[in-house]
Structure formats: structure tokens, C-alpha cells
């Protein structure tokens, strides 16, 4: 009878260093920019920065030399104790601008949306050389998955990358694909989806490295992740594949 004895240790051996690997992350699949070479430069010539989409909400503040010139544009909430208004885009594009009326700002960056308001101004003579504020309030991102901090994110200023918003969600955890991270972007009814390598430098010439208002971002768990996450299932199926074998050997023992 040692002879079932023996192989049934030898196979709960192997069974447990085979489930051992399986769960197990290599340094090759947490290893960010694994391609970049030491002291190697890479010149940024990026200008990326966000644009304006249907259902954004805007503040917009503009002032001049005569502050009173510029008051009938800078309306105040109703009992809101000098809080302003701010602007939604409609889907049409547009925001209703007091005095001024529809103002398109679909697709625009916010330097642009500035620059349109100027010239506005200037050419219909109601300001001289007006400063134009605009900021976009609504400008957020979710980071979700397999990541130490999922959630949905307030981006403060006008553009922010894929590895800043990582950041802010406390990084990926050991489980998270850094090699296959899923954006989904949505700009004006119209979704995109996107994938971005972390572990190739080429992640910063990818067209979702700047992330912007309203992005998705999914982070998908490694093996190891699932492998843990399967881990009860996996020793139930171990405990009976063993009992079937410990079964099968003893009827052949018997037999012979």
C-alpha cells in the first residue's frame, strides 16, 4: 500500500506548485518603460489641451481697465453671496452669454474659447483690451479596476496624463495589466476605446496619454489577480481531482 501513498503525495506536490505559478506576477509584467535606455532623452512637443464638449459646465470671468464695464458679464446667483454663474454647454454646442447671446464653444480648447470671447468684445466695441477667465469645472476622470484607489477623480487644471491620473488613484496594485490599460472616451455621443502599454515609453506619443474631461479608465487584472480571485474554486477542484485519483489507485491496487 505505499505505492498509492507515494503517488498521492507526489501528485498534491505538484498540484500545489503548479497553482504556486499560476498565481505568481514576473518582474516583465510590472516593470513600467522597460524599453527606455539609461540617460535616453525625449523631447516633449506635445500641445495637447482638452476641448470643449456638449454638457460641459464652464465659469467664465472677464474684466477690464473699468471694472464697471465688465459687470453686466460677470452675473451673480441670485442670494449666492457673489458666487457666479456658470455655463452649460447645450447640444448644440452653445452657451447663452449675457449681452453677446449664443456663444458656440463646441471643439474648442479653452485658449481658443478665450480668444473667440475677445474678439467679440473688441469688435462689437464693448470692451477694450478684456482679460478673459475661463475654466472647465466639470473636468474629471474615473479610474476603475485593478487599480489601490478606484474612483472618479477632479482633474484642477486644463489637462492632465494617464500617469498622473494612475497616480492619483494610488497607483496600479500588483494585480493590474500594466500592458493592455483600456481609455473610453466620449465626445459628444460618439465613444472611443483606446488601449495604452505602460511598459513601452512609446505610451507617450499614444492620443490618450493626455486624458480628458469625462475619460474612463480601466485597468484589467493579471493572472495573478485572477488566479487568487479563483483560488477557492481552484482547491475545490484540486481536493477532488485527488480524491478521484486516490480512488482510481486503489482499484487498481485491488485488481492486481
Given at each position: 500500500?505505499?505505492?498509492p501513498?507515494?503517488?498521492?503525495?507526489?501528485?498534491v506536490?505538484?498540484?500545489?506548485?503548479?497553482?504556486?505559478?499560476?498565481s505568481?506576477?514576473?518582474?516583465?509584467?510590472?516593470v513600467?518603460?522597460?524599453n527606455?535606455?539609461d540617460?535616453?532623452?525625449i523631447?516633449?512637443t506635445d500641445?495637447?489641451?482638452?476641448?470643449?464638449?456638449?454638457?460641459d459646465?464652464?465659469s467664465?470671468?472677464v474684466?477690464?481697465f473699468?471694472?464697471e464695464?465688465a459687470?453686466?458679464y460677470n452675473?451673480v446667483?441670485e442670494g449666492?453671496q457673489?458666487?457666479?454663474?456658470?455655463y452649460?454647454?447645450d447640444?448644440?454646442g452653445?452657451?447663452?452669454?449675457?449681452?453677446?447671446?449664443?456663444?458656440k464653444?463646441l471643439g474648442l480648447?479653452?485658449?481658443?474659447?478665450?480668444?473667440?470671447?475677445?474678439?467679440?468684445?473688441e469688435?462689437?466695441?464693448?470692451l477694450?483690451?478684456?482679460?478673459?477667465i475661463?475654466?472647465?469645472l466639470?473636468?474629471?476622470?474615473?479610474?476603475a479596476?485593478a487599480?489601490n484607489?478606484?474612483?472618479?477623480?477632479?482633474?484642477?487644471?486644463?489637462?492632465?496624463s494617464?500617469l498622473?491620473?494612475l497616480g492619483m488613484a494610488?497607483?496600479?496594485?500588483i494585480?493590474?495589466?500594466?500592458d493592455?490599460i483600456?481609455v473610453v472616451?466620449?465626445?459628444?455621443g460618439?465613444?472611443?476605446?483606446?488601449?495604452?502599454?505602460l511598459?513601452?515609453?512609446e505610451v507617450?506619443?499614444?492620443?490618450?496619454y493626455?486624458?480628458t474631461?469625462?475619460?474612463?479608465?480601466?485597468v484589467?487584472?493579471?493572472n495573478?489577480?485572477?488566479?487568487?480571485a479563483s483560488?477557492?474554486?481552484?482547491?475545490?477542484?484540486?481536493i477532488?481531482i485527488?480524491s478521484?485519483?486516490?480512488g482510481?489507485?486503489?482499484?487498481?491496487?485491488?485488481?492486481?
Open positions: 500500500m505505499n505505492t501513498k507515494l503517488i498521492f503525495k507526489q501528485f506536490l505538484i498540484s500545489i506548485i503548479t497553482l504556486f505559478l499560476s505568481c506576477v514576473t518582474k516583465k509584467e510590472v513600467y518603460f522597460q527606455a535606455k540617460f535616453e532623452t523631447v516633449d500641445t495637447f489641451s482638452a476641448k470643449l464638449k456638449v454638457g459646465i464652464v467664465i470671468f474684466s477690464t473699468v471694472p464695464a459687470r453686466p452675473l446667483v449666492g457673489g458666487q457666479m454663474i456658470d452649460l454647454i447640444v448644440e452653445n452657451i447663452d452669454f449675457p449681452v453677446l447671446g449664443k456663444v464653444l480648447t479653452v485658449e481658443e474659447a478665450k480668444n473667440l470671447f475677445k474678439k467679440k468684445f469688435e462689437g466695441q464693448l477694450k483690451d478684456p482679460v478673459i475661463i475654466r472647465i466639470n473636468f474629471r476622470v474615473t479610474i479596476g487599480v484607489a478606484p474612483g472618479v477623480y477632479q482633474v484642477t487644471g486644463e489637462r492632465v494617464i498622473e491620473a494610488g497607483d496600479l496594485s494585480q493590474g495589466r500594466r493592455n483600456l472616451r466620449d465626445f459628444n460618439v465613444k472611443t476605446y483606446s488601449r495604452i502599454d511598459t513601452n515609453k507617450f506619443n499614444s492620443p490618450v493626455y486624458l474631461q469625462n475619460d474612463y479608465v480601466y484589467e487584472p493579471n495573478s489577480s485572477i488566479s487568487t483560488g477557492d474554486s481552484r482547491i475545490t477542484n484540486l477532488g485527488t478521484s485519483l486516490i482510481l489507485v486503489l482499484i487498481f491496487v485491488s485488481v492486481n
